[in-house]
């Protein structure tokens, strides 16, 4: 998709609710003034909805100009990835060092942005100085911790994940130097002495997933329940929300948010990504778009979910490869800083446009196929194809491409190609064969279906196009073997023709 992060012209006008002929769009792109409704930045959107939309960043990123452009532009909140934790602030008993963390305030207070602290008590990157303690002596090393570090960041800090990550899956306590020492007390000493150091900061439980309901969400609900009868200072809870698109959404996310806000807790999405196995591939992305859209929608549906934090915002810098092997491409944007789909899809959950500049989410695009050809083995191939636009937002069709593959067998390697009618108007379709670069058993070519302009409007289709080709031979073919071949003869989604925007796929299984 070609998005581009800016001012996005407006456009002048309600769109007619069918297809919008080309002219139309050309003319309604120009001018206008910046950041009309549904336009402006993922956290001016958010902020808009009274949230905030924030990513992690670390050290060794911020040098990279241009993705510090856009983590000081897009986003209103950022979240240290490493640079507070433990094993860098207080390395050696009692020798603090907040360089790292400093940086990282230094340049949300250059941007505007709000931080939320990352995290005081952790059973990871914790020094090998704190598990080798005597027991008797854990509780003090952790009090001093909080006190130096909560202090340090007074005022600049406005969250803190005071604890993080206390449980195990099965919703028992998870055994760490805090636990063996304390028991499930620590949390409770832990967010007394985060409150002590620093009264304003709002104080967080933080954990994976306990995004949706389960044992370990229930025992996180019995937790926090049990601080708020005891008094103890606790402000929210902080759903990680590394997903992946193997593992499905998180069962009842709204639901489970809501029941923790009925505690009168804040909820945060404090370190969202959606990871795949690699390749990605069109429903791999298409799943991933989804779950970064229903987060969105589930943080929108609860009044106390504050705001969502991505655990970075390009796959340039994710956590995902080195941590799951073999698993990737979990961000909002590709290792180039493009925005993907998922981009779109939060913008658009957020009542902005995609951020295409050009109106719609071609990632809601679908494409379906009939055979209007009963004979497979004649010198013909007749596809009916059609374009539904499944999002809520008019998608431009102007960069739209469909691709139908088949196999030339032999004979001439020129081809004619025909539209024979649709109700969008022929001469508002282009068609062409082209040879497959990498061609595969059965699809050595494809019919290429382009438009001259147009927009679809949400929930509509572009209705039937009948297209034809032949070989300027008029040998015949064998269609039975064809990639994008089916023997449907009504309109069903068709997975094997692959539809692109801006060049990218956003439909389909290519061969
Ligand atoms: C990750 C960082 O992103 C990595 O750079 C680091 O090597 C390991 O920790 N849950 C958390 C985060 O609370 O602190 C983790 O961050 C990701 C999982």
Known sequence: MALVKRCRPTRAGGLPALLVGALAVATTLTGGPAHAAGQGTLHELAAAQGRYFGSATDNPELPDAAYAATLGSEFGQITPGNSMKWDTTEPVRGQFDFTKGDVVTDFARQHGQTVRGHTLVWHNQLPGWVGALPSAQVEAAMTHHITEEATHYRGVVSAWDVVNEPFNEDGTFRTSPFYTA??????????????????????????????????????????????????????????????????????????????????????????????????????????????????????????????????????????????????????????????????????????????????????????????????????????????????????????????????????????????????????NVTHRVAAASTPKAGADHYLEVGFAGGTLAPGATTGEIQLRLNKTDWSNFNESDDYSHGAGTSYADASRIAVYAGGELVWGIEP
Request: aromatic share 10%.
């Open 182 to 427: 304390m028991g499930s007390d620590y949390i409770a000493t832990a967010l007394r002495a985060a409150h002590a150091a620093d009264p304003d900061a709002k104080l967080y439980i933080n954990d994976y997933n306990v995004e949706g309901r389960g044992a370990k969400s229930d025992a996180l609900y019995a937790l926090v329940s049990d601080l708020i009868d005891k008094g103890v200072p606790l402000d929210g809870v902080g759903m990680q929300a590394h997903l992946a698109v193997q593992y499905g959404f998180p069962y009842q996310m709204q639901a489970n948010m809501q029941r923790f806000a009925d505690l009168g807790l804040d909820v945060a999405v404090t370190e969202l990504d959606v990871r795949m196995p690699l390749p990605a591939d069109a429903a791999k992305t298409a799943t991933q778009t989804a779950y970064y859209r229903q987060v969105t929608e589930a943080c929108l549906a609860v009044a106390r979910c504050v705001g969502i934090t991505v655990w970075d915002y390009t796959d340039t810098y994710s956590w995902v490869p080195g941590t799951f092997p073999g698993e990737g491409a979990a961000n909002l944007y590709d290792e180039n800083l493009r925005p993907k789909a998922a981009y779109s899809a939060v913008r658009t959950a957020l009542g902005g446009d995609d951020g295409s500049g050009e109106g719609g989410d071609p990632g809601a695009l679908k494409a379906q196929y009939r055979s209007s050809d009963a004979s497979v083995g004649d010198n013909q191939i007749k596809p009916g194809l059609q374009l539904v636009n499944t999002g809520g937002t008019a998608v431009s069709l102007s960069d739209v491409t469909v691709r139908y593959w088949f196999s030339s067998e032999n004979g001439a390697s020129t081809y004619s190609t025909w539209c024979d009618w649709t109700p969008i108007g022929c001469s």
